[in-house]
Nanobody, 125 residues
């Protein structure tokens, strides 16, 4: 089992920045990839970004490309999401995810076995 704990959410004005962190514990040697999803009120959960744990290859949703950056610290078993130029439409609960295997993609909910509890990000206009 892998446990994920997010931090760093909050309230920010449009154009501002936030950095989310996600610390993994447990069987972390088993992690193949980690990433972030988000869910806004009344909407489905959507992919934001992912990173292949060993090679560091990164993937982004088109809606955040150029504004968000995912990174990881292998020694700390932590993944980060630096969010710049935030927009009101980025408002959502952000979930950290992890997978022990490559399931064929990185952007589907079913690609990940482990989920954090979520952290709220609110961007005011």
């Amino acid at each position: 089992q892998v446990q994920l704990v997010e931090s760093g959410g909050g309230l920010v004005q449009a154009g501002g920045s936030l950095r989310l962190s996600c610390a993994a514990s447990g069987r972390t040697f088993n992690i193949y990839s980690m990433g972030w999803f988000r869910q806004a009120p009344g909407k489905e959960r959507e992919f934001v970004s992912a990173i292949k744990w060993s090679a560091g290859r990164t993937m982004y949703a088109d809606s955040v490309k150029g504004r968000f950056t995912i990174s990881r610290d292998n020694a700390k078993n932590t993944v980060y999401l630096q969010m710049n130029s935030l927009k009101p439409e980025d408002t959502a609960v952000y979930y950290c995810v992890a997978s022990p295997i490559y399931s064929g993609s990185y952007s589907q909910v079913n690609d990940y076995d482990y989920w954090g509890q979520g952290t709220q990000v609110t961007v005011s206009s």
